[in-house]
């Protein structure tokens, strides 16, 4: 029989959450509620389930199920681990209920399922054994090609791995951590953070890509499931990133090009490039140096402020965030569809969506979804 007191302690605990800190979180004036429900003290109601549910990020059902252990969401720069915790649990929660709402509705869906080690070893082993930066670089390239995502493939990116069961989210990570991934048996989903540039996003979402494609190879139990820009695997991960978003081909073509008078790369060549291809000027100065089309002395005169400074004026209004909402519209069309269909109440879909009951009419006017 399932202990719910039990539970809220082990979510709590797995969340570091003090008991003072879930009351606080939950809406109550003090932790000895908490307490006295997890000690069995205090009948616990079905609005106290739903309280502390949404304190942690959790849906109602999961304190009334047997419980699986859930698998580790991949994070990277993870600063704060209480509040990662929470984020972890609704990126979870959000790929449950896709999958849920999909076969709900009758509608077919094959959970993304990442390559195994022996397909990656079949292929890459050469590489794999040799160096895995040609590794990552070889991998984007395949990616690229098999999906034929073109000479600016930022542009049509996001189509095709929503197309293959990979789901982008973007919540406000604040300064918890810079993004993050997962695979389970729902799916899988890259979490960005709502606050970055959008060029950034671009290049997390290739980023967060890697781990998803390398889901099963690498084992990163040892980091506590949480990576930071000098682990070496970041390192193949980045340029991974900057070998699919920029491809060595049409960047040498472009310089070419460019350079075929009298010019020389200069900081106009970096500015349009950049924006062409969707991804920060740092990012194209080092892809550059990496194709040594530039030499150190370039790249040191590029990397300056007043160079950013005219990137921002010029991509702000060119290069679009990812999305407004912290899911995507496939989620929100889903949960809809449900809810026209009579298939969920007015308050499951506020459920689902992350909303109060009462701000869920000026959500969906806003989205032009009701008159």
Known sequence: MINIGERIRNEREMAELTQKELAEKAGYNNYQTILNMENGQRNIKISDISRIAKALNLSMDYFFNARKEAVPVLWREKKNEKECNILSNKLRNYLKN???????????????????????????????????????????????????????????????????????????????????????????????????????????????LFHILTWRYFDFSSENNNLTDNDQVEKYANAFAASLLMPSSVLRNKAAEYQSGDNKIDRRFIIENAINFKVSTDAIINRLDFLYLIDKKQKKEFKNSLLKIEYWKKAIDSVQHITDDEYPNEYLMLVYKAYIEDRISKMKLASYLNKNIAEIDYYLKEKELIV
């Not at 073109?150 to 982008?168: C, F, N, R, T, V």
């Open 98 to 208: 896709y999958s849920h709402l999909k076969e709900f509705l009758n509608e077919e869906y094959t959970p993304y399922v990442p390559p195994s080690v022996e397909e990656l070893k079949s292929q890459y082993r050469n590489l794999l054994n040799r160096s895995k930066y040609e590794f990552a670089g070889k991998l984007a390239s395949d990616f690229r090609n098999n999906n034929s995502l073109g000479k600016y493939p930022a542009d049509s990116l996001i189509k095709i791995i929503k197309e293959q069961g990979i789901l982008i989210f973007s919540f406000d990570l604040k300064d918890y951590g810079s993004a993050a991934s997962l695979v389970n048996e729902n799916g899988a989903g890259i979490l960005l953070n709502k606050g970055s540039a959008p060029w950034r996003q671009y290049f997390d979402i290739a980023h967060e």
